[in-house]
């Protein structure tokens, strides 16, 4: 198990950037993968992006060259920039990381994004 602790939500206007940042309770750089999801009012969690112990990363179609995953094994932790932000990226938006690929996902406990004029 490994406990997540998501930091970095917030207003931001269109066109703005933040940066959401997850803390790991254990070292990340043996973790199969870990990611951010979304989910907005009314509409169920979606993935975001991940990355993989191995580097690779992937993204969903809407935020793909918006958004960046990235991790600091030294400082256990892993990190979303997101830029160019539309109204549409407003959700709560969750950490996750599987210790394998074949164990269950642990969660952080969320941090609310909203992007409004």
């Known amino acids: 198990q490994v406990q997540l602790v998501e930091s970095g939500g917030g207003l931001v206007q269109p066109g703005g950037s933040l940066r959401l940042s997850c803390a790991a309770s254990r070292n990340i750089f043996s973790i199969f993968a870990m990611g951010w999801y979304r989910q907005a009012p009314g509409n169920e969690r979606e993935l975001v992006a991940t990355?993989?112990?191995?580097?690779?990363?992937n993204y969903a179609h809407s935020v793909k060259g918006r958004f960046t995953i990235s991790r600091d094994n030294a400082k256990n932790t892993v990190y979303l920039q997101m830029d160019s932000l539309k109204p549409e990226d407003t959700a709560v938006y969750y950490c996750?990381?599987?210790?394998?690929?074949?164990?269950?996902?642990?969660w952080g406990q969320g941090t609310q994004v909203t992007v409004s004029s």
């Open positions: 996750t990381a599987r210790l394998s690929a074949l164990s269950d996902p642990n």
């Open positions: 990355m993989y112990n191995g580097g690779y990363t």
